[in-house]
Each structure stands twice: as C-alpha cells, then as structure tokens.
C-alpha cells in the first residue's frame, strides 16, 4: 500500500511540475521515479512470483526507458525513435504477459467466439494511421508498426475474458485503453495538432493507465 500511495503522489506531484515548471529538474526527477516506484508496487505485492513475472519486470523497464529518452524528444527526431522503439518493446511484454494468462486453458476466447470484434481494432487502427499520415515523414512505418502492436496490446487485453477473474479482467482492460489514448495522443499532438493540455493528458492517462494494468494483473495473482 505504502508504494502504491507513494507512487501516485509523485505522479501528482509530476503533473503538477508539468502544469507550472516544465524542464525543471523536479520535472525530470518525478519521472524519473514513476516506474521504479511501480515496479516496487510490483515486487512488493509478490509480482515476482507470478507466472508473468519476468514479462512484466520487461514491460516496466522498458517504459521507464521510454519515459527517461521522451523527455529530450523535442531536442532530436532520433530521441522520439528511440523512445517509441522502447514503449514498443514494453507492449510486446504486456503482449505476451496477457497470452501467458491464457495458456493452459482449453477455453475459447473472447475474440475466438466473436471474431468481429476484431474489425474495431482495424478500423481505429486506420482512422489513426489516416489522421497522422500526412505528417509521419521517415516515421511511417515505424508508426504502422507502434500502432498495430499497441492495439493488439488492447486486443489481448480485451482477450483476457474469462480467464481471469472478472476485476482482474476489468482493470487491465481499462489500463490498456487509458495507454491507447495516450499514445494517440502523443501521436495527434506531434502530427496533427499540438494543444496545450497534450502533455498533461498524455501523462495522466499513462500514470493511471499504467497503475491500473499493473493492479489488475496483481488481481490475478497466480
């Protein structure tokens, strides 16, 4: 309980840097602490132990790189490439950590019993690609491929039903659509239109995103 609280204090306390003191090395330090204090939620609730365990240390680390190397992104194009190079290796571990869940089980999934549902996925997958095209330059297909393993990321999430208890299912789920929104939004305010409360709402979303994924699959604790 202790790191959760302290984890979403110096989320709050991050925020409010980012609202009244952007560059600032308070800024920069409570980013720096969001996912090693989420990975002490982690380690601290037996995370370790479960069958998920390593994927999951891989998804952290991963986007504590890419919160560490997006923070200069404004300063060079290749610090954003790395930086979405990261966070798309972290989606590749919560990929596999939410396929684990289901192993084992003859069940059929979700998406199995209902193969429509994956044409939601393909349509805002194409809505995306059709709002940032035009300004992708050298970006576009590294942004095709960001945007097709975040949304099988949300996919596998939804996959989840019914294998896991059904607050487990429920808290992962809504943390992968808060990631989604996001990183769309990092996307529509780097290639559409840049807005003022982009960075606050990108944060946001990625904090509590990221929080409820990581309580959702403790939910599941196996």
């Known amino acids: 309980m202790l790191f959760c609280i302290l984890y979403f204090v110096n989320g709050i306390i991050f925020l409010i840097f980012q609202l009244v003191a952007n560059q600032s090395i308070g800024l920069l330090i409570s980013k720096f602490l969001i996912m090693p204090l989420l990975f002490l939620v982690w380690f601290r609730n037996g995370g370790l132990q479960m ?8 998804a952290i680390f991963f986007s504590w790189i890419g919160d560490m190397v997006l923070a200069f992104s404004d300063k060079c194009i290749i610090y954003f490439g790395i930086g979405l190079s990261a966070f798309l290796t972290a989606h590749v571990f919560y990929i596999f950590a939410f396929r684990k869940e289901q192993m084992g089980n003859i069940r059929i999934s979700l ?9 939601p996925f393909i349509i805002l997958l194409f809505g995306l690609l059709y709002l940032y095209w035009n300004n992708l ?9 960001y945007a097709s393993c975040i949304l099988t ?5 939804l996959n989840r039903y019914s294998f896991v208890s059904n607050t487990s299912w429920k808290l992962v789920l809504v943390g992968a659509t808060l990631f989604v929104i996001s990183d769309a939004t990092i996307g529509f305010n780097k ?12 944060m946001s979303t990625y904090i509590v995103g990221q929080a409820f994924i990581i309580g959702g699959l403790l939910k599941n604790k196996t």
């Not at 069958?51 to 891989?58: A, E, L, S, V």
């Not at 003022?196 to 990108?202: C, H, K, N, P, V």
């Open 191 to 202: 290639f559409v239109t840049p807005f003022g409360l982009a960075r606050l709402l990108i």
């Open 153 to 157: 990321m949300l996919a596998t999430a």
């Open 51 to 58: 069958k998920i365990g390593i994927n999951i240390c891989g």
């Open 137 to 145: 330059g050298v970006l576009k297909i590294p942004v095709i491929i």
């Open 111 to 119: 998406i199995g019993k209902n193969p429509w549902l994956v044409w």
